[in-house]
Nanobody
Framework: QVQLEESGGGLVQPGGSLRLACGAS????????MGWWRQAPAKGRELVAT???????NYADSMKGRFTISRDNAKNTVYLQMNNLTPEDTAVYYC?????????WGQGTQVTVSS
């Protein structure tokens, strides 16, 4: 069993930055893929970025150049550095870990971008 806990969300002004963290506990494998999704009000959940245990990354087109995903395998933690935030980035951000036979989600952390 895997548990995921996000942190780092909050209120930030447009143009500002936030760094989200997701700590994983349980049986974590270096072959696990981890990532971030987000869900804005009245919208579906969408991919933000993913990262493999080896460090290969993938980003949604709208996040490229502004968001950076990273991973510390020793700490079982994945990070999302978000820069130049806009009100359109307001959403609940969810951490996800998946592997063959398992798909786990965190509870989410709210990010609000507003002046």
């Amino acid at each position: 069993q895997v548990q995921l806990e996000e942190s780092g969300g909050g209120l930030v002004q447009p143009g500002g930055s936030l760094r989200l963290a997701c700590g994983a506990s349980g049986s974590i494998l270096n072959t696990d893929v981890m990532g971030w999704w987000r869900q804005a009000p009245a919208k579906g959940r969408e991919l933000v970025a993913t990262i493999t245990g080896g460090g290969s990354t993938n980003y949604a087109d709208s996040m490229k150049g502004r968001f950076t995903i990273s991973r510390d395998n020793a700490k079982n933690t994945v990070y999302l550095q978000m820069n130049n935030l806009t009100p359109e980035d307001t959403a609940v951000y969810y951490c996800r870990l998946w592997r063959r036979g398992g798909d786990y989600w965190g509870q989410g952390t709210q990010v609000t971008v507003s002046s």
